[in-house]
Every structure is written in C-alpha cells, then in structure tokens.
T-cell receptor, first 115, second 113 residues
Framework: EAGVAQSPRYKIIEKRQSVAFWCNPISGHATLYWYQQILGQGPKLLIQFQNNGVVDDSQLPKDRFSAERLKGVDSTLKIQPAKLEDSAVYLCASSPLGIGTDTQYFGPGTRLTVL | AQTVTQSQPEMSVQEAETVTLSCTYDTSESDYYLFWYKQPPSRQMILVIR??????QNATENRFSVNFQKAAKSFSLKISDSQLGDAAMYFCAYTSNTGKLIFGQGTTLQVKP
C-alpha cells in the first residue's frame, strides 16, 4: 500500500514570495490533514478536510494561507506572502474516517525555509 | 481547550534497558484517545501505540506499553529492551472524536550502545 506522498521535500524562498505544497493521501482515505511543525515543537493542525469539505481550519492564518482538496483526493497548501515565521516542516496526513479511533498516516513532510 | 504536556525535552537510555517517557494532558471530555507517535530523524512520523480513554486496561504493543492514569490525566510510555532503532523524537498526542490531533512538545530519546 502506497503511503502519503508530499512534494517538494525542501523549499527555500525569500520572504514575501509565494509557495505551494502538494499532498497525495493514501487511496480511499476520506480525511486529510495539514500540520505545521516548527523546529523543536510538536505539530499543530492547520486544516482538516473530510472528502473535499473543510472540517476544521480554526488555526489556519487565512490572511496568507489557503488550502484546497479538489475532488476529495489530492490537496495543495499555499502561503502567500510568506513570512520568516513560516519556516517549518509542513506535514500532510490522512486517515480513513476522521474519527478518534483512526490511525493517521503521515507523509515525509516539506521543509520550508523563508529567508 | 485541550492541552498536552511533555516535561522531558531529552531522555537517554542504555541499549537493552527500560525507559519511561512522561505525558500529561488536560481535557474536559470524557471520551477521547491518546497516542504515542515516533518521529525518527528525517523520517516519517509513525504511530507507536494508542489508548482509548474508556478502556481501563493499559495498551501494549510488543516492547512498548503505556501507563494510563485517567484521574491524574497522565499517559506515560514505557519502552522495554531498548534498541538503537528506538532513537527518535517521541510525541504524545490527544484527540476527541474529531480526529484532530493535539501534540505535546516532544521528547528526544537517545539510545546508547
């Protein structure tokens, strides 16, 4: 079974530039999550999708971050414009149903450096 | 709001010995789930073990077991017979029934040969 795929693995940009990350979840998983993991901290949920609808985006900085999940499969997360404090690893995860008993499967992450 | 606290930034253990990682959490929910995730350096985060709050019996997965104290809101992870491959960052995490994980700050485990 293929795991969660993410690209790119690394990205370096200047502040105020734009960047986009892509995630392909495990086939058949209804729920997709984007987490932000700042160095030395635990991941923090940015947005949770159930199929192609948003379940929770309460911690997404909506003035600069946007995300979509077209057709309930792949997802993209965009930052525009980037700030220095956006430097982090962005983790995508998926799970079958989006309930407490689910196991979330994580991708390898995209490490973003904003200069 | 729910919170998860890991008070040990770093721990070390001798190979083949036992180590316990601590975690406390705060919630007003009665139905929830607790997890320990492992994040090796530059590798993907994987689930180590889970505990359902309604179960009194502590979860066990091979060399990994938990000590779940619901009243004290404590959820520690015990690793027995530590191996070099256990070296990683370990995260304690909480979820109610929404699936959204709330993570602690993590504990870096070093295993000495």
């Amino acid at each position: 079974e293929a795991g969660v795929a993410q690209s790119p693995r690394y990205k370096i940009i200047e502040k105020r530039q734009s960047v986009a990350f892509w995630c392909n979840p495990i086939s058949g998983h209804a729920t997709l999550y984007w987490y932000q993991q700042i160095l030395g901290q635990g991941p923090k949920l940015l947005i949770q999708f159930q199929n192609n609808g948003v379940v929770d985006d309460s911690q997404l900085p909506k003035d600069r971050f946007s995300a979509e999940r077209l057709k309930g499969v792949d997802s993209t997360l965009k930052i525009q414009p980037a700030k220095l404090e956006d430097s982090a690893v962005y983790l995508c995860a998926s799970s079958p149903l989006g309930i407490g008993t689910d196991t979330q499967y994580f991708g390898p992450g995209t490490r973003l450096t904003v200069l | 709001a729910q919170t998860v606290t890991q008070s040990q930034p770093e721990m070390s253990v001798q190979e083949a010995e036992t180590v316990t990682l601590s975690c406390t959490y705060d919630t007003s929910e009665s139905d929830y789930y607790l997890f320990w995730y492992k994040q090796p350096p530059s590798r993907q985060m994987i689930l180590v073990i889970r505990q359902e709050a309604y179960k009194q019996q502590n979860a066990t997965e091979n060399r990994f077991s938990v000590n779940f104290q619901k009243a004290a809101k404590s959820f520690s992870l015990k690793i027995s017979d530590s191996q070099l491959g256990d070296a990683a960052m370990y995260f304690c995490a909480y979820t109610s029934n929404t699936g959204k994980l709330i993570f602690g700050q993590g504990t870096t485990l070093q295993v000495k040969p």
